[in-house]
């Protein structure tokens, strides 16, 4: 079955600077890859999405890139805020339309 | 207002006492699941649903249960819980095979 891996769990930056955070996968079939945000106490909501057939896409100061030889997908944020700090998790829909999750990135902007 | 509805939200129980945490949601959707979240072990599947009377194990099936009578509602049941069984569980639901899938609040499970 499929296998996300999320780096780095732990992510601190200094607001106004960016933050990347990166996700591998490891099934060749899966074509649906999203990010949810997890605020303290409340429940994951979807940030951002990318299919198969598209490298990048872009809403606001928030970006997904995707590179689909490799294996590999990167949420960037810019322009960090302190309300951006929160738990995100990255995903991949492989066969069987399974959603498997990473185990998380805590991110914390610092003022 | 579209939404994904548990209950309960917290729970404290001993081991061994059955009980069941239920979801709806209001949004027509075919597909349901249930996810446990544990610290550095992100979310994971215990059971999925794609429709009426349709359910199939996830990735940690072991000492649950659930069923799909209704397209509205997917309840879990914890037969004989056990301390390691506490965790945050979440419901969530999405129309058909893609698109985004939309979480209930949560409910956090204590198990004695």
């Known amino acids: 079955g499929e296998n996300v891996e999320q780096h780095p769990s732990t992510l601190s930056v200094q607001e106004g600077d960016s933050a990347v955070i990166k996700c591998t996968y490891s099934?060749?079939?899966?074509?649906?890859f999203p990010w949810y945000k997890q605020e303290l106490g409340k429940r994951p909501q979807l940030i951002i999405d990318?299919?198969?057939?598209?490298g990048e896409k872009k809403d606001q100061r928030i970006a997904v890139t995707l590179n689909k030889t490799a294996k590999h997908f990167s949420l960037h944020i810019t322009e960090t805020q302190p309300e951006d700090s929160a738990v995100y998790f990255c995903?991949?829909?492989?066969?069987?339309?399974?959603?498997?999750f990473g185990t998380g990135t805590q991110l914390k902007v610092e003022l | 207002e579209a939404q994904v509805t548990q209950n309960p939200r917290y729970l404290i129980t001993v081991t061994g006492k059955k009980l069941t945490v239920t979801c709806s949601q209001n949004?027509?959707?075919?597909?349901m699941s249930w996810y446990r979240q544990d610290p550095g072990l992100g979310l994971r599947q215990i059971y999925y649903?794609?429709?009426?009377?349709?359910?199939d194990k996830g990735d940690v099936p072991e000492g649950y249960k659930v069923s799909r009578k209704e397209k509205r509602n997917f309840p879990l049941i914890l037969e004989s819980p056990s301390p390691n069984q506490t965790s945050l569980y979440f419901c969530?639901?999405?129309?058909?095979?893609?698109?985004?899938?939309?979480f209930g609040e949560g409910s956090r499970l204590t198990v004695l």
């Open positions: 969530a639901s999405r129309a058909g095979g893609t698109g985004e899938l939309f």
């Open positions: 099934d060749s079939a899966s074509n649906y």
């Open positions: 990318i299919r198969s057939n598209v």
């Open positions: 995903a991949a829909r492989g066969g069987g339309n399974k959603l498997t």
């Open positions: 949004m027509n959707h075919e597909y």
């Open positions: 649903s794609m429709n009426v009377e349709v359910t």
